[in-house]
C-alpha cells in the first residue's frame, strides 16, 4: 500500500492537553447536590494541532510540532506543557515551542461509567509575543518540510498566520489551513483551506446542496487566491473544489459512528501526508475520507495507523478482487486492538470448500472475543496434510471467502504444518480450536498461556465435513 515514510510535514497551530479523570460515582456529596467522583484512573491525550501531528506521525510519516505551552517562572515548561511534550516524543514526534506565561491550554473531563460529567477548561488568550516566536520557528523549520499544516482553533497561536503563509510560499512549500472563525481573508493565498459545513456556511451563506456548495466554494477560491478549497460534510463526505479541475464529490465512508472528536484533525493529517508522498489532492483527499472513516469509529480524540488505513483501503476495494495483509501489518492491527481493551481471538484451519458447519464454528469462537483471526493453511500445507489431490480451492479463493463473513475480522495465510510460529508472534488474547483435543496439545498454547491468554476447545458440528462433500461430489 502507501509508503508515507519520506513525507515531511511541518504542523503548526494551537496545541492542547487532554486530560480524562474516570471513576465510580457512588453517591451524592453532602456538601451540594453533585456526584461524588472517585477518581481511579487519569489519561492524557493531546489536542488541536498537537492531535494533528500524532496523526500524521501514526500514519509513518515524519512531524514536526510548532506550537505555544506554558513557561513556569523559572523559565522551564509548565506542568502541562511537560505532559504535552512527553506525549509527542514519545510518538516520533519533533517538537519546538514557543513559550508563554499564559500556560499552557489543559481541557480536563470528568467521566464516569462512560458519562463526562463535567469539563473544566484551563486557558488564557496566547500573548503577542509568543505568537510572533511562532514566525520565527516557522522561517527556521520551513525548508526542511514538504507541506506545512495550519491547525487554527482560535487560541491565538496563529495571530499572526498571515506571515507563516508568506515565509512558505517564499519557500515554495504548500500550505493547508484548518481554518477557525469569521475571517478567512487571514488565509490568503493558503494552497488549500480546510472548513467544515458550518464553518463554510458562516462564511458564504447557506449551501443546501452540491451545487451550491461548488458555486459557493468556486467564489471563495477566487476571492482568496486559493488553489482550493475541502468542504467536510459529516455524513454527506467531502467535497473538494479547485481552480481548474472538476469539483471532486465523496460520499462518507462510515458505517457506525460513535465519536466525531478530532476527527478533522485526522482528515487533515491524512490529507496532508498523502499530499507530501506526491498524491494528487483528489487521491490525497480519498485517503482522507478512508481515514476518517476508521477514526469516527474510536471513542475520544483519536489516531489512525497506516496500518488501519491500509485495512480499509483493501476493504473498499475488495470488488476488485482480495487483498490479504501480511504477517507485520496484522501484528500492528493485534497491537492496537489490545491496547484498545478489545479481546483477539485467534484459529486456524484449511477450510477447503467452506460450508455451514465451519460458519457456525466461526461465529462461535467469534463470541469469545472482540476480533476473530483465521490464519488458513496455505496450499503446499494442505497438501502435506490432506494428499496431492487437496486443497479443491486455493489459499487466495479461501481467505476471499472467510474475508466476506461478518464475524471475521483478519485473516492470514502460513505454510507451516501448524500456525505455532503465528500464534507465538501475534499473542493472541483466547486461542481457540474445534475437535477432540486437550488444552496442551494445541499448537501455540503454550505461548498463549505465558503472555496471560486462554486456550479455549470448541466442537464441531455434527454432520459437516469438507471429506465428505468431497466425496458426494465424486460420487454422484
Given at each position: 500500500?502507501?509508503?508515507?515514510?519520506?513525507?515531511?510535514?511541518?504542523?503548526?497551530?494551537?496545541?492542547?492537553?487532554?486530560?480524562?479523570?474516570?471513576?465510580?460515582?457512588?453517591?451524592?456529596?453532602?456538601?451540594?447536590?453533585?456526584?461524588?467522583?472517585?477518581?481511579?484512573?487519569?489519561?492524557?491525550?493531546?489536542?488541536?494541532?498537537?492531535?494533528?501531528?500524532l496523526n500524521v506521525a501514526a500514519l509513518g510519516?515524519?512531524?514536526?510540532?510548532?506550537?505555544?505551552?506554558?513557561?513556569?517562572?523559572?523559565?522551564?515548561?509548565?506542568?502541562?506543557?511537560?505532559?504535552?511534550?512527553?506525549?509527542?516524543?514519545?510518538?516520533?514526534?519533533?517538537?519546538?515551542?514557543?513559550?508563554?506565561?499564559?500556560?499552557t491550554i489543559c481541557k480536563l473531563r470528568v467521566l464516569s461509567h462512560h458519562q463526562q460529567l463535567i469539563r473544566m477548561d484551563f486557558e488564557e488568550p496566547v500573548p503577542e509575543v509568543p505568537a510572533q516566536v511562532l514566525v520565527d520557528l516557522v522561517k527556521k523549520h520551513i525548508a526542511d518540510y514538504d507541506v506545512l499544516v495550519l491547525s487554527d482553533y482560535a487560541k491565538g497561536a496563529l495571530q499572526f498566520v498571515e506571515q507563516m503563509i508568506a515565509v512558505a510560499i517564499e519557500a515554495n512549500?504548500?500550505?493547508?489551513v484548518d481554518p477557525k472563525g469569521l475571517d478567512f481573508s487571514r488565509y490568503q493565498s493558503a494552497t488549500l483551506i480546510k472548513?467544515?459545513?458550518?464553518?463554510?456556511?458562516?462564511?458564504?451563506?447557506?449551501?443546501?446542496?452540491?451545487?451550491?456548495?461548488?458555486?459557493?466554494?468556486?467564489?471563495?477560491?477566487?476571492?482568496?487566491?486559493l488553489q482550493a478549497l475541502l468542504v467536510t460534510r459529516s455524513e454527506h463526505g467531502m467535497a473538494l473544489i479547485t481552480q481548474k479541475d472538476t469539483p471532486y464529490l465523496l460520499k462518507s465512508r462510515a458505517q457506525e459512528v460513535y465519536d466525531v472528536t478530532g476527527a478533522g484533525d485526522t482528515v487533515m493529517a491524512a490529507l496532508a501526508t498523502g499530499f507530501a508522498s506526491g498524491l494528487s489532492l483528489q487521491n490525497s483527499v480519498h485517503l482522507a475520507n478512508q481515514a476518517a472513516s476508521?477514526?469516527?469509529?474510536?471513542?475520544?480524540?483519536?489516531?489512525?495507523?497506516?496500518?488501519?488505513?491500509?485495512?480499509?483501503?483493501?476493504?473498499?476495494?475488495?470488488?476488485?478482487?482480495?487483498?490479504?495483509?501480511n504477517e507485520d501489518e496484522l501484528l500492528e492491527l493485534v497491537k492496537l486492538s489490545q491496547k484498545n481493551g478489545e479481546k483477539v481471538v485467534f484459529t486456524n484451519g484449511c477450510f477447503d470448500l467452506l460450508h455451514s458447519g465451519h460458519v457456525r464454528y466461526l461465529n462461535e469462537a467469534a463470541k469469545l472475543g472482540e476480533r476473530l483471526i483465521i490464519a488458513v493453511?496455505?496450499?503446499?500445507?494442505?497438501?502435506?496434510?490432506?494428499?496431492?489431490?487437496?486443497?479443491?480451492?486455493?489459499?487466495?479463493?479461501?481467505?476471499?471467502?472467510?474475508?466476506?463473513?461478518?464475524?471475521?475480522?483478519?485473516?492470514?495465510?502460513?505454510?507451516e504444518e501448524t500456525p505455532e510460529r503465528l500464534i507465538c508472534k501475534l499473542l493472541p488474547d483466547v486461542l481457540v480450536k474445534g475437535g477432540d483435543y486437550k488444552p496442551e496439545e494445541i499448537a501455540g498454547a503454550q505461548c498463549v498461556w505465558d503472555a496471560g491468554?486462554?486456550?479455549?476447545?470448541?466442537?464441531?458440528?455434527?454432520?459437516?465435513?469438507?471429506?465428505k462433500l468431497v466425496d458426494k461430489i465424486q460420487t454422484d
Open positions: 500500500m502507501h509508503d508515507f515514510s519520506q513525507s515531511k510535514i511541518l504542523v503548526v497551530g494551537d496545541v492542547m492537553l487532554d486530560q480524562y479523570w474516570n471513576g465510580r460515582a457512588g453517591r451524592i456529596s453532602p456538601e451540594a447536590p453533585v456526584p461524588v467522583v472517585k477518581v481511579a484512573n487519569e489519561e492524557m491525550r493531546a489536542g488541536g494541532a498537537a492531535n494533528v501531528a510519516a515524519k512531524a514536526c510540532l510548532l506550537g505555544v505551552i506554558g513557561q513556569t517562572e523559572e523559565g522551564g515548561q509548565d506542568q502541562h506543557g511537560q505532559q504535552l511534550t512527553h506525549l509527542m516524543h514519545q510518538a516520533g514526534v519533533k517538537t519546538d515551542w514557543s513559550l508563554s506565561p499564559s500556560g512549500v504548500p500550505v493547508l472548513p467544515n459545513q458550518s464553518e463554510f456556511e458562516a462564511i458564504v451563506g447557506q449551501a443546501v446542496d452540491d451545487d451550491a456548495v461548488v458555486e459557493k466554494a468556486s467564489k471563495l477560491i477566487d476571492d482568496l487566491s476508521v477514526v469516527v469509529r474510536k471513542v475520544g480524540t483519536s489516531t489512525v495507523s497506516k496500518a488501519e488505513l491500509d485495512e480499509a483501503i483493501k476493504a473498499d476495494m475488495r470488488h476488485k478482487g482480495y487483498v490479504a495483509m493453511n496455505s496450499d503446499e500445507s494442505v497438501k502435506k496434510l490432506k494428499g496431492d489431490s487437496r486443497p479443491i480451492v486455493g489459499v487466495d479463493g479461501r481467505m476471499e471467502l472467510l474475508s466476506a463473513l461478518s464475524c471475521v475480522d483478519w485473516v492470514v495465510s502460513f505454510n491468554g486462554q486456550v479455549e476447545i470448541l466442537s464441531f458440528w455434527d454432520g459437516y465435513s469438507t471429506s
